[in-house]
């Protein structure tokens, strides 16, 4: 079955400090990998993906993700924390072989002190 | 160029009333989905449709239902609504297959059945 895990509700980092929210996966095929944000009261806002290619992927904002087929993960960096970096990441997976439907984590709250 | 627009923002309904949830998009994505988010839970989705005339229960189909006689547009129906269908819902499309397969949202609809 298709899933994805967001295993911390919540991430606390200093501005200017590095960042990761963590993403682990399980999907039959070749995945297909997304990072989208929300801001509060907005819609989810892509950030970035990974379709094939280098393991490693940049985004918007200074963010970039990393892909380790080993460990079935994609989780999200940015070397330096911005307090508007705070807001709700999700991290999806698509499985193209089977429905192509997106399956969204629950979420992590990253909230980046000044 | 709009993307993915929702209406209504809001609404309040009273329990066993009915109401419509409009979604449009201008990109010309075949797919198009909609789901719930509740606190805790990510984005559950209700119903999702693969192309003008076709649609396909998702994870929490009861109590929805949906058409899409358009292809730039997706509704999603309460028939009779119910206090667990409190939630915020979002709409979103994509294209099927190829490399711009993320998926674009829209600002929600903030739904309060009393």
């Known amino acids: 079955a298709q899933s994805v895990a967001q295993p911390e509700d919540q991430v606390n980092v200093a501005e200017g400090n590095p960042l990761t929210v963590k993403c682990t996966y399980s999907?039959?095929?070749?995945?297909?990998l997304f990072w989208y944000v929300q801001y509060p009261n907005r819609g989810l806002q892509f950030l970035l993906k990974?379709?094939?290619?280098?393991?490693l992927v940049k985004g918007s904002y200074g963010f970039e993700a990393e892909f380790n087929k080993s460990q079935t993960s994609f989780h999200l960096q940015k070397p330096s924390a911005l307090v508007s970096d705070s807001a709700l990441y999700f991290c999806?997976?698509?499985?193209?072989?089977?429905?192509?439907?997106?399956?969204f984590g629950t979420g992590t709250s990253l909230t980046v002190i000044p | 160029n709009a993307g993915v627009t929702q209406t209504p923002k809001f609404r309040v309904l009273k329990t066993g009333q009915s109401m419509t949830l409009l979604c449009a998009q201008d990109?010309?994505?075949?797919?198009m989905y909609w789901y719930r988010q509740d606190p805790g839970m990510g984005l559950r989705l209700i119903h999702y449709?693969?192309?003008?005339?076709?649609?396909a229960k998702g994870e929490v189909p009861d109590g929805y239902n949906v058409s899409r006689l358009k292809k730039q547009n997706f509704l999603l129906g309460l028939e009779s609504a119910a206090p667990s269908q409190t939630s915020v819902y979002f709409c979103?499309?994509?294209f099927g297959q190829g490399r711009n397969t993320e998926a674009f949202f829209g600002q929600g609809t903030r739904l309060t059945v009393v």
């Open positions: 449709s693969v192309g003008e005339g076709t649609t």
């Open positions: 979103a499309s994509s």
């Open positions: 990109m010309n994505h075949e797919y």
């Open positions: 999806a997976v698509r499985d193209v072989n089977t429905g192509n439907q997106f399956y």
């Open positions: 999907v039959s095929g070749n995945p297909y």
């Open positions: 990974y379709i094939t290619g280098d393991n």
